[in-house]
């Protein structure tokens, strides 16, 4: 059984930093790409930025540039550096693993999400 935990949330003013981290279970090159999605009250959920086994990096326009994606193969975990925050970055952030199958299906694994609160 996968398991993606999450962890370093919390409350933080405007224009703060915070480092979320995602330990999985399993090595992280058993997953084609793993990633951040966050979710705030009332809005669909929304990729942030995703990370290939490869290394190549994707990020939601709206994070461009403050926030950075990393993996540590090592630790089988992933890192979002949060810079810059800003009230809109309120939301529950989960992460996410994909495996894709030689069929081409997919399978999502997901964690329990922590909740980031940029308040003043």
């Known amino acids: 059984q996968v398991q993606l935990v999450e962890s370093g949330g919390g409350l933080v003013q405007p224009g703060g930093s915070l480092r979320l981290s995602c330990a999985a279970s399993t090595s992280i090159f058993s997953f084609n790409t793993m990633g951040w999605y966050r979710q705030a009250p009332g809005k669909q959920r929304e990729l942030v930025a995703n990370?290939?086994?490869?290394?190549?990096?994707n990020y939601a326009d709206s994070v461009k540039g403050r926030l950075t994606i990393s993996r540590s193969n090592a630790k089988s975990s992933i890192y979002l550096q949060m810079n810059s925050l800003k009230t809109e970055d309120t939301a529950v952030y989960l992460c996410?693993?994909?495996?894709?199958?030689?069929?081409?299906?997919?399978?999502?694994?997901w964690g329990q999400g922590t909740q980031v609160t940029v308040s003043s």
């Open positions: 990370i290939t086994s490869g290394g190549s990096t």
């Open positions: 996410n693993g994909k495996r894709v199958a030689a069929t081409g299906w997919g399978t999502d694994y």
